[in-house]
């Protein structure tokens, strides 16, 4: 399995949270729009795995700029697509931000020998951050991580793992639509150690439906809204998680 190899993202992210009834309506109405992203075109179910290890600071910074509502803020995350570490698979240190109503994320690979020591952390007691700096492609993600990790002092808090089917507009290849679900956190300091027992079900039966476009949503979308009335919501992953976990709490 390849991901795509795009490591620059700018648009607009739009979410909505669907029971499974109404999702099911919903996808097989946008059938008619929409293609399965090649991707998944050899992937079970048609859908892939998608794991994120999120990194915040001791005041939870990321966490707050979220449910505050900040019109800009920003967070790091490794991401990879396999809960297996003896499986091949690409790691990413990933930056993602907020600026008004655009989504910029960046990403920068890291080194296939990242895995072995990744993997090991359970036995070295070494730190995550530290294997990323060594082993994360030169650039300006890698600067900015350094940056916070030192002057932050940010550190792993939680992972987020879901089943992601991904689709692409039949009309136009910069609008993108997934639907993420089996969604659950984990407190974990590394991508495959994790106390399997604190393993908890975020949002269980529902569906978050992601919609992602460069400069404007089409016609066709804007139906598929009024008819079955979806409302947008502000929704995190890494926020329902570690307010799942009990790591931090909303206070708006």
């Known amino acids: 399995m390849q991901p795509l190899t795009k ?3 700018d648009r607009y992210e739009f979410k909505y949270l669907l029971p499974q009834s109404l999702r099911e309506k919903v996808e097989a109405e946008l059938g008619h729009f929409v293609d399965f992203d090649p991707f998944v075109a050899s992937q079970p179910d048609l859908k892939y795995f998608v794991r994120s290890l999120y990194f915040d600071d001791p005041a939870y910074t990321a966490f707050y700029d979220k449910t505050d509502g900040l019109l800009s803020r920003k967070k790091f995350r490794l991401r990879t697509y396999t809960n297996n570490p003896d499986e091949i698979a690409p790691i990413f240190l990933e930056q993602k931000g907020r600026h008004n109503n655009r989504v910029i994320k960046v990403r920068t690979p890291l080194a296939e020998a990242a895995r072995a020591p990744i993997a090991d952390l359970g036995s070295s007691g070494g730190e995550i951050a530290k294997i990323i700096m060594s082993h994360a492609q030169p650039g300006s993600v890698l600067e900015k991580f350094c940056y916070d990790y030192y002057k932050k002092n940010i550190k792993p808090v939680a992972l987020i793992d879901y089943q992601r089917r991904p689709y692409i507009s039949k009309l136009d290849s ?6 993420d679900e089996k969604l659950y956190a984990t407190p974990a300091h590394s991508l495959w150690l994790a106390d399997e027992f604190q393993r908890k079900q975020c949002v269980p039966g529902y569906t978050i439906m992601e919609v992602k476009f ?7 979308f804007h139906a598929v809204v009024q008819a079955f009335n979806l409302e947008r919501v502000s929704i995190s992953k890494i926020v329902c998680g570690m307010k799942t976990l009990k790591i931090a709490e909303d206070l708006s």
């Open 7 to 9: 490591t620059k993202f």
């Open 174 to 179: 910069e609008f993108r639509l997934t639907f």
């Open 214 to 220: 460069r400069y404007h949503m089409p016609a066709w």
